[in-house]
């Protein structure tokens, strides 16, 4: 355990005393994933006297205390990527979502595009130098902690402490709470047959010495747990999971091929168990780094067989892929998908993959379609989109015609959908499939 500076706690107040720095019209960040400082959140929702707060964050864990109903008119969410408890606010309209590349988000602070008021962090405890860290994410928070006026903060005296570009000085808070808690933590999400099939088409298509980006998730996790027989992978991603863990364990992750920070396992942020946690508590060879560092292409592509697996809520048959939305509902956000997709497509022996289930709805509806729902998010374009993945196959798209796209496509599309996607195409463009 590191040693931290003496008296420090003397400075701390509750976290109702932290945020009544917070006055009406401002515009605040606030801390995501699993670093969200839900008792400052609960304590900025207890304020009645608050009118027209912005805050600016991306994915918020636990309770949607700031986004509730009950807060329109006071706080006002504003995501740059919409998880659970920001969606009904966005969809009501008492919320704003924000379509940007994850990787671009920290110039908007640092140029004062979004001229942040304040930052609403939870940090680890000071070392003896009088550090503290952003811990598990650090993301745009980086920036916004540089940029911002006001660093509040809960210092979690749980809070891992973790290498790279992730310090803020104790001197640099102008006002925290300390706490005692848990982080908040995301469960494995529930997989199947479908899954598993994805994951093994996905790993059929990672090579020794690849550098991998991948997300959290049933299919990830798939693809994860079928990569024990690969050699000296290496992993440079936005976002860290429990998945990567065995791998790191048994050897298979030693990421000495990589040109970008070799022998460090590189993120952005990480969500997790409470093991992931424990893994990454002063863990030198992991580096948490802001995500205009992380996800820069130009960074990205320099690394060898950059394996880059993304997920789709719908792929049109030209190749379109929607990630952000279903048609006019916001689902979750751009992200960093283009990023590592582009990334992947330009790293020497790189495969840019997109892999979905062929079907939503317990079979009700396919996510390969002739045409993606009015309102629908293009995340990434179809001059961009190479492989794509269900659980029917995995099939390159790069370079072939509209006509070819969309007969790969209608292979690896659920067998109940073949003949309707081909009678589609028959008239919209005239089309005669096999």
Request: hydrophobic share 45%; proline share 5%.
């Amino acid at each position: 355990m590191a040693r931290t500076l003496a008296g420090w706690r003397d400075g701390a107040v509750s976290a109702a005393e932290v945020v009544q720095r917070l006055s009406n019209n401002q515009r605040v960040f606030v801390h995501g994933a699993a670093a969200t400082p839900m008792p400052l959140l609960e304590a900025l929702a207890a304020r009645s006297d608050l009118a027209s707060l912005w805050l600016y964050h991306l994915h918020l864990a636990g309770p949607p205390v700031v986004t509730a109903a009950s807060q329109e008119g006071r706080l006002r969410s504003v995501s740059f990527f919409t998880g659970p408890n920001a969606r009904d606010a966005v969809a009501a309209g008492r919320g704003e979502f924000v379509p940007v590349f994850l990787s671009d988000i920290p110039a908007l602070f640092q140029r004062r595009a979004i001229d942040l008021d304040a930052a609403l962090v939870q940090l680890s405890p000071p070392d003896a130098q009088g550090h503290c860290t952003l811990g598990p994410s650090v993301d745009a928070t980086r920036a916004a902690v540089d940029s911002a006026r006001l660093v509040l903060a809960e210092i979690n005296l749980q809070m891992p402490r973790t290498h790279g570009c992730t310090v803020v000085p104790l001197k640099r808070v102008d006002a925290f709470t300390v706490t005692d808690r848990p982080l908040i933590e995301a469960p494995a999400a529930p997989s199947g047959a479908v899954e598993a099939a994805i994951g093994q088409h996905v790993a059929d298509l990672v090579d020794d010495g690849a550098t991998l980006q991948m997300g959290i998730g049933a299919i990830p996790d798939a693809v994860l747990a079928r990569l024990g027989d690969k050699r000296d992978l290496g992993v440079h991603t936005e976002m860290f999971s429990d998945g990567l863990l065995p791998l790191i364990e048994q050897g298979v992750i030693t990421n000495r091929l990589k040109a970008v920070h070799p022998g460090r396992t590189v993120t952005s942020f990480a969500m997790g168990s409470r093991k992931l946690f424990d893994f990454i508590d002063d863990n030198a060879l992991v580096e948490f780094h802001p995500c205009d560092r992380t996800n820069d292409t130009a960074l990205i592509r320099k690394n060898p067989k950059v394996t880059a697996i993304n997920s789709a809520l719908e792929v049109d048959l030209s190749g379109q892929v929607c990630a952000d939305s279903i048609g006019h509902t916001i689902f979750s956000g751009i992200g960093g998908q283009m990023d590592f997709i582009r990334g992947a497509a330009l790293s020497e022996g790189g495969r840019a993959v997109i892999a979905l289930p062929s079907t939503a709805a317990r079979g009700a509806v396919s996510r390969i379609t002739a045409t993606l729902k009015p309102g629908a998010g293009v995340v990434t374009t179809r001059g961009h989109v190479h492989w794509v993945v269900t659980e029917y196959g995995a099939v390159n798209l790069h370079g072939l015609t509209l006509r070819a796209r969309a007969e790969a496509l209608i292979s690896i599309a659920h067998p109940d959908f073949r003949a309707s996607l081909r009678q589609e195409m028959a008239q919209l463009r005239h089309y005669v499939l096999s």
